[in-house]
């Protein structure tokens, strides 16, 4: 399981050949953050540097050349130190490194202060993604500055910066079939998660007990962790956003709304899953999720290839109006109430985003100021939802506090759409009988 050695090199080359020659690329790690006092957050490697090496180490370097003689991708890591090792865990180093990662070369990352200016020196373009770390920003400019001091001896200085992300996030917008395979398992993991939650629930339980069952199933099927905080939000709870407090008592005749995904070798799941504490929908209950529903089937209808990224959005939009005016929430034409957005108080948010390394993946939405256009390999998120305030005014207090959201994972295809996160139950009678 996993993405191979081959497929990392054959990620490097094709950033290389677009790179164009006399330029080079350089991209650090993600840095160790701390948590409080002597204690670090759990290290999570940065995307980028992952999507081109798939090595987890902390105060590493990836630098590309295009041409160099001898070896276009070079690799600065941490030395072997036996008395580190001892207290932290094993270090890769940079003979091992070679091997492990598939660079063609690899330094102590001690020597990058002698070695890097060296390397930058001579090309005309720097690709380098500016402003993500603003302590590395200011060594990648020492290093600059190091050759522009020594022109007067004829050393030349690289002449543009160029955004790294430009070429590397379009790349990592298309998935590989390794890399769907990933998502895909993920996914499953995930949808098993929701289904115990389902399962777990009743009257009485704490929202952080569901979120319990939740990270007990990513856990134990071999992911490590959650792909972002997980909402467990009962009640009004639901009708927030992105609650994450996950501490109110679970009550029966509420809904309770759980969007909860685990990372699994590095790639995200994201799965939004609404169902009655109790077991068992109310009418109200029972007519608004229903709307959802058609809603995301209308979006995910859309999914497909030569469909630009928004008509998955109006297909959800449209359906979530005629819900809401069939059951009285919103009065007048369809049309008219769409043309002015007369369901942003209930239904403000967009229907999906890209997925991938990042819960919110790279990628561009829009290309030249228009829409961007579905391809085969690109994966997302559709999520349609319904929010009734509680202290909402506009609707009777029968609707007030019922919060819905219902997301799955998808990837485009030649086809149309291959649903990732179809294991969890969303259907009305699924969820009363798995409940039951």
Known sequence: MGITLKEFSTRRKKLIEQ????????????????????????????????????????????????????????????????????WDGVITGPERAMEMVGVDDAFPIGDIDDIL????????????????????????MEWINVI??????????????????????????????????VMDKAAKISAKAHKRAMEKCKPGKFEYQLEAEITHTFMDAGSRSAAYPSIIGGGDNG???????????????????????????????????????????SEEQKALYQTVLNAQNAAIAAVKPGNHWNHPHEAAVHAI????????????????????????????????????????????????????????????TVEPGLYIAPDCKDVEPRWRGIGIRIEDDVVVTKQGVRILSEGAPKEISEIEALMS
């Open 321 to 380: 109006v005629e819900g809401l005016v069939e059951h009285g929430l919103l009065k007048g034409d369809i049309n008219t109430l769409i043309e002015e957005e007369s369901y942003k108080p209930f239904y403000m948010h967009r229907t999906g985003h890209w997925i991938g390394m990042d819960v919110h993946d790279v990628g561009e939405y829009k290309v030249g100021g228009e829409w961007r256009v579905l391809e085969p390999g690109m994966a997302l």
């Open 19 to 86: 790179m164009g020659g006399n330029s080079i690329a350089i991209l650090p790690s993600a840095p160790v953050r701390t948590r409080n006092r002597d204690v670090d957050y759990p290290f999570r490697q940065g995307s980028d540097f992952h999507y081109l090496t798939g090595f987890v180490e902390p105060d590493s370097v990836l630098v590309l050349i295009p041409g160099r003689e001898h070896g276009e991708s070079i690799l600065f890591c941490k030395e072997r130190d036996i008395t580190k090792e001892l």
């Open 148 to 181: 522009r001091s020594k022109v007067r001896n004829g050393a030349h200085p690289p002449g543009e910066f160029v955004a790294l992300e430009h070429f590397l996030h379009d790349m990592r917008l298309f998935k590989s079939a390794q890399e769907i395979k």
């Open 239 to 281: 009708c927030i956003l992105h609650y994450i407090d996950n501490a109110s008592e679970l009550k029966s005749g509420d809904l309770v709304l759980i969007d909860a995904g685990c990372e699994l070798d590095y790639y995200a799941s994201d799965i939004t899953r609404t169902f009655p504490v109790n077991g068992c929908f």
């Open 117 to 140: 200016p060296n390397m930058i020196e001579g090309t005309e373009k720097v690709f380098y993604s500016m402003g993500l770390d603003s302590q590395f920003d200011s060594r990648v």
